[in-house]
């Protein structure tokens, strides 16, 4: 299983990602204890259609990240 790091820039926060890929047949996201952003998508899935999800799931990723730094 290989691994991609990346970073999207949402509403002037930077959100560094780890994307895994396997053969699920859907895309999660997940915020990490620590304030990683951990991705898993299927095989092939393209960059651009991971960074949307990111962008589009920006405020939650945000909020996420708030509680576990509290």
Known sequence: MSA????VIYAGHSLPYR???SDRSTLSISVLPD???????PIGTQRD???ARLKKRGRWIIAQR???HL
């Open 49 to 51: 259609a991971i960074e």
């Open 35 to 41: 304030g990683g952003v951990e991705v898993v998508a």
């Open 66 to 68: 708030r509680y576990f």
């Open 19 to 21: 994307a895994r890929f």
């Open 4 to 7: 991609m790091p990346g970073t």
